[in-house]
């Protein structure tokens, strides 16, 4: 049992109701709206894939051809239905209609759409829920995972080289492995296709690069004694349609960040917060882990400073995941260990932000995020911040551990900085395994003092946020200093006003799972 | 007898003794950890030129892979005298001698935009010379009375980097490039140096790259004034910019050395 | 396209792609920390024939020394195929292998030395060949039947492992070297090979030389019949032992190759 | 204030009373003899120095004169004076006389000995006394010392690359600068004399280096605002003799350890207790900081099952210390941080170990050892161990910190690879500063419960070594599994029983100046 601040409960609570305020307020705001995102994830659940002579994917096309016919107001899912209820063969020869302009144009509604769509949204969710029990049946298969999980990247470009790597950290230990994404792929509108070899920075995520990457970690389950979780980022302009596909791939977790892409992408506000609903919704069926980008907010501006807004914007993912009906052992909450090293007491400071998030959580996993800013060229001192920062990590009972590399500042990861970094991390882990069993904190001391000011600090921020509305506050650069128009941002265009009569068949048979019932 | 003292003439690594040429090199060979693979580590050193090398760790860090660190002399020796160390050249100058003597030589405020290209989000790079913040004490461009500092921020696509140029007729274009893998900055530093002389501005701006992994030399190479690396500050860049337009008044049209 | 796999001919450095040939090097400068110096840095490790030497670490660590840390890709190759790692050539056999196979061979107890010489009070080493409780579970020569193993420990006089090599008829001495500063283990474990020669005894005695410094070519060129270095197992020297000292029976006289 | 463990100080004054009767045993068994070591220190404390033709040391040369002549049992002092008082014009003079076998022969004690030896034995004690106000005042002059005090080692084997190597340690941030000795240098009978350039894993302690050294670092002083100590060892044959050139030196620290000579060295027992005790009360004189060297037990067995065994060593090296007259102050105290680092909660149990020591020497300096044994060529590794050992030694309140090297399983250390461990040490002291202030540690947890054990062990040992006697135990083999009997080992020629009129003048002085009022 980690060791305890004593924080006010009541201070707690009264932060977690300001943030479902907030969250509320924002279902309310977004409900009326669907987007081509969305959209094109109801295409992809319902089997919809591959791209056509100009490698355009499927599902943009008709998303395009729909929007140009003034159709897709009423929701791609009827003109499937009535695709197939007027004699498409299957769900590709549905597709292959409505990609056309003139399909997209001369389709009519039938009144029969639901019963012959219904079969199609059977089918996806089936497979959704079977990739989750797949994935139940094999964890169930082995004793439970030493914690904290140890999280490692790879990011060659090369989804090939990308495999190699990441067999030989799950070898070593990586529980997690996570695919990089190229950058910015977050600005894209579309989902890359197929296999691919030249990212810049990470790799793209495509549907088959999750399957291969899927197919190499489960083939080293029986070999590890273990099962090794997939990890990738369902943020940015196709966030619902990455969280579409990894569940129909088996991915683990995905970093599904509520503000990410507005923040750090410019990416307009109202389609990340309609987009970041329906992927949340996915994922909570799925039984994906998500975790959230809190860490990013700390890689511009000073992580002490930052340290309320982290907490606040926590809280807010954390009811907006709550909202979408994921549990709470499914809300991965993101923070760091960013605190200049060179700090006096910083080290203090670290802890107590790392057991206050642990104290105000706890039952929600905790994504650690190592120290990137204060990294340089010295890899000697970047390797000594890496074991200080796991040590504080085993102290403080984090869950999930992203494990920092020595050559953060130089370069993505190389085979052996990869390798090190496991190894430095199982060592240290082992090595203090019950430390946080042994040791308390001093009452009204530094790390107490700090942790209740930061608390302190988050409810101030909370506070602002639900008399404004997270629009308002977004606007008025409230997070990372940054301005966020309601109406500006990348992909508004893609917003689209309900027609009273849109449905969207996948979010009515999650709303009957009773997955939302943890609203 | 004291310890011998070094021949700047013939500089060699400093172990624990004068010219002991101690070296230490870390690196993964794609061979199964043996004594064969570590044999072949030796040779890979060797073959750089390294005398005596010892393997001091051979790590089987996958089925097929170890790493190896090993520690050697480099009997490599470097002229220090012979070495012209691609600098920048402008005079360090304080804020105020810089707003003085843009004021005096130009009368009028020099127009300076910055920015990171396509998809290179980090922004940190570029606010850290723009910001009035500045960097390690050192004031931010935005800060200089004679200087109109515009931050364009960063995912500039290079079109409008060239338009906004064009219709400010900026000065300088300051660009920060973060982001290197795969030579991915090449190639966006590469396009605004073609698209602005095609668009013939080139030669009227004075064209400034900056990061992590830039250098003076690089920067020059991909057509660039100069570039900076780790740790600038705001003032050299500013003292660089006013020099550079300063000859661009007196040769105009045709770019300077 | 699968990533492309290695040729075992042509091997280079992996980093993060086939044959990027990324190294890491580090060592210090006798030069204060400049431009200049940095610039020396990256000569140096070009000279070591690395393409594309990137300075990532250049730290003043006193007034006329910056230490550096380099990346860059080393373009050399080495053919592992052709690789004849010297290695110590003797079968792995068990301890009761041994025994049984010295009672066959000799129908009697070889006795073997160990020691360590002269300044060196390392005495670990030597032990975990020779104490009972070996080395990570490989129990030590104390424990064989058919070996009268006698520990002389560390610190001690060449005369004196002579006279005892020669009271005891030593089989075989085995010596432990673990300081290795200015080459003072070559000094010493030379002086002993000399001494045994002038004495007569060095054909008629199988010896080894050990340490985390020693290989097995270095032992070679030393005068020893072999060299173990770290991680050396008791039961591996044992195989050695029995199999130098059954050579030695057959060829009476003259020192094996 | 470090975390407490609330040992029992009924077991701890229990400990302490087992160790003084031992040293009392020690000092009863030991006060009929002098040594050759010993009578040349007095020779060196009255200003006798320098070598003749065939490099022989003046000091050994008279000792092995009178030895021949029968004379040393009554001592050099009686000698000395008497050659002084028959027209010997300086000290030089009469040394000149007894170092030849026929001035040892022919020499006749004189009435007035004493008188004519004392102004030279008053030229020694004021320059050791001044040696030691000097140190005073250079303290004064600068704030307090950040603790622990950064220790560094240098060991080129060439005392003028030490000297280089020195000044950029000190200026790194290098507290107290040790100039390793070269390869057993403690089995030679003699201090080898002059500048040295070629020593074997370290440089020779010689009274000139000793006096190179203080030149470099005393012209620090001024740039750096604070004052570097230096250090040597004091142990070994010559013992008492390095302890004078160390008093007329101002060396501040020096390691002095009462059994590391017999147990690592198999230097004789007898000689070895004899010759600490008047090397200590020089020390003592002179204001140095001793370091005793319990460190070593935990290279050659393991640092779990030695830990009571260096406790019980370091309460003896206490007592045997202040019965030399050494004030707490001056009594630094080894032990180290060797726990095999995939150990599982061996963290844990060094934190236990390093906690105790502070609480049951509250007021010694403990001198922190790094992990040494349990380094590989993995320097990434290595220098992980080492952040873990500056971080345990900051949280646990230790004064004397000896800085681990990255590469300590490869070379003596390398510009940069102390460099590295003092930027290492600095910042994570400056990082963890109150960290010992905010921890506390649970009441009958792991950490607290190993602490006790440790404590009991020692206790069982003390009482079996109380009850045998010193000399007995080291016989048997108590420490170390190594056995040393009372009258093996080198040097065991060099003890010599005491003539009933021999005399100390020195050890009268420091007796009367009550620096045995500590006893
Ligand atoms: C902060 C950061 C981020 C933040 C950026 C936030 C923001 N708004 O900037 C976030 C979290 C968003 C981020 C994301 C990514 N990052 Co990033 N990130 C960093 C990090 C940790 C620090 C960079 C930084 O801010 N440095 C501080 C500034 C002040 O230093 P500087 O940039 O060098 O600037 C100084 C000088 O270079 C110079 N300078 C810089 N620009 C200019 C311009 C001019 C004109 C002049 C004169 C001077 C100048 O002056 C400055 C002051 O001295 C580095 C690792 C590290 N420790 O360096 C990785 C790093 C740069 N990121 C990296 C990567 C790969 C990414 C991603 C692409 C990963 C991914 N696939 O998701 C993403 C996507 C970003 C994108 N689309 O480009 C890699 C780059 C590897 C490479 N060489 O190609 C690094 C090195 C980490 C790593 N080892 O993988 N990142
Ligand atoms: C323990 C130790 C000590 C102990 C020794 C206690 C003892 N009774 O042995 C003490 C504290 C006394 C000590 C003192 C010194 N030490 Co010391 N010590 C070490 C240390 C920490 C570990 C060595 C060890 O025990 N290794 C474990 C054994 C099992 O490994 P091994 O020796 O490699 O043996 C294996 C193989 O090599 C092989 N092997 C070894 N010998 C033989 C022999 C044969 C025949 C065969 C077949 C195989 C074989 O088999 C073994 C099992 O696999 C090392 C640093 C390190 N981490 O390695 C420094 C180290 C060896 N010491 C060093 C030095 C310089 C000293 C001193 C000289 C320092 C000084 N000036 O005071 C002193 C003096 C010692 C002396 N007079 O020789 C240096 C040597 C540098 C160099 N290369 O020259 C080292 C590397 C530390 C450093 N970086 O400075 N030391
Ligand atoms: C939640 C989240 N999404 C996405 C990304 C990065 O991906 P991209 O560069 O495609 O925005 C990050 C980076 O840390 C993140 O935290
Ligand atoms: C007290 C003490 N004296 C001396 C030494 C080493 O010196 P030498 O090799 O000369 O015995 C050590 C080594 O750690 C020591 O602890």
Known sequence: ??????????????????????????????????????????????????????????????????????????????????????????????????????GARDIEPHPRWREALAPHVGAGLARVRENRAERERRMARHPPDELPLLYAIV?????????LQAAAAARAGAQCIAVIRSTAQSLLDHVPYGATTSGFGGTFATQENFRLMRAALDALEDELGRYVRLVNYCSGLCMPEI????????????????????????????????????????????????????????TTADAVEQAP????????????????????????????????????????????????????????????????THLTGNIFRGFQQNALFVLTSVATGQSIHLLG??????????????????????????????????????????????????????????????????????????????????????????????????????????????????? | MTARSADPGRVRAYGDKWNDGVV????????ASSARATEAARQYVA??????????????????????????????????????AEEVEAAALSRDEIDAEIALRFGRRLVVLGCALESDAHSVGIDAIFNPKGFSG??????????????????????????????????????????TQNEIHVRHLTDLVDMLEAEGLRDRITLVAGGPRIDHRLAKELGYDAGFGPGTTPSRVAAFVLEQASRRMQAPGDAPA
Chains 1, 4 share one sequence.
Not at chain 1, 155 to 163: K, L, P, Q, R, S
Not at chain 2, 24 to 31: K, N, V, Y
Not at chain 2, 153 to 169: C, H, K, S, Y
């Open chain 1, 309 to 372: 807004a982290v907490l606040a914007s926590q809280f807010i993912n954390e009811s907006l995941a709550k909202d979408a009906g994921l549990e709470p052992w499914q809300i991965g909450l993101g923070h760091a260990f960013e605190i200049d090293p060179t700090r006096e007491d910083g080290l203090l400071q670290e802890i107590a932000q790392a057991a206050a998030a642990r104290e105000i959580f706890p039952d929600s996993p905790l994504k650690y995020m190592p120290p990137t």
């Open chain 2, 47 to 84: 073959a750089m030129g390294i005398r005596e090398p010892y393997v001091a760790l051979a790590e089987p860090i996958a089925p097929e892979f170890t790493f190896f660190v090993v520690y050697g002399r480099a009997a490599h020796e470097v002229d220090a005298r012979a070495i012209a």
């Open chain 1, 1 to 102: 049992m980690p060791p305890r601040l004593g924080l006010q409960a009541e201070t707690i609570s009264r932060c977690r109701r300001l943030a479902r305020d907030v969250a509320e307020a924002v279902r309310r705001e977004t409900e009326p709206f669907t987007t081509v995102s969305t959209e094109r994830s109801i295409l992809r659940l319902l089997g919809v894939d591959g791209v056509d002579a100009d490698d355009v994917p499927v599902p943009n096309r008709i998303c395009d051809a729909l929007l140009a016919a003034g159709k897709l107001p009423r929701g791609v899912s009827l003109w499937m239905g009535s695709a197939l209820a007027r004699g498409a063969s299957d769900v590709s020869e549905a597709a292959l209609r409505l990609s056309r302009p003139e």
């Open chain 1, 243 to 298: 969280a579409a596909m990894g569940a129909l791939e088996r991915l683990d977790m995905m970093l599904n960040d509520a503000l990410y892409g507005i923040i750090f992408r410019d990416i307009n506000p109202l389609r990340t917060l309609i987009d970041q609903r329906f992927s949340r919704r996915i994922n909570a069926a799925a039984g994906v882990v998500i975790n959230t980008g809190e860490d990013n907010y700390l």
């Open chain 1, 155 to 163: 990011a060659t470009g090369n989804i090939h080289e990308d495999v």
């Open chain 1, 405 to 519: 590399m020595l050559t953060e500042a130089l370069h993505t990861p190389l085979m052996h900085d990869r390798w090190l970094a496991i190894d430095q991390a199982k060592t240290i882990r082992a090595n203090a395994r019950h430390l946080s069993d042994e040791i308390l904190f001093a009452p009204e001391g530094r790390i107490v003092r700090r942790a209740r000011e930061v608390l302190a600090g988050a409810e101030r921020v909370l506070d602002g946020v639900a008399r404004i509305g997270l629009f308002e506050a977004l606007a008025s650069g409230v997070f990372a200093d940054t301005r966020r128009p309601r109406e500006a941002g990348r992909g508004r265009d893609g917003v689209i006003a309900r027609d009273p009569d849109h449905v969207n068949p996948f979010l009515e048979e999650f709303a009957r799972e009773g997955a939302g019932a943890a609203r």
């Open chain 2, 138 to 179: 050192d004031y931010g461009l935005e800060r200089y009375a004679n200087l109109d500092a515009r931050n364009l921020g960063a995912q500039v696509p290079v079109e409008t980097v060239v338009r906004i140029a064009r219709e400010a007729a900026a000065d300088a274009v300051l660009v920060s490039a973060t982001v």
């Open chain 2, 24 to 31: 230490q090199i870390s690196f993964t060979l794609p061979l």
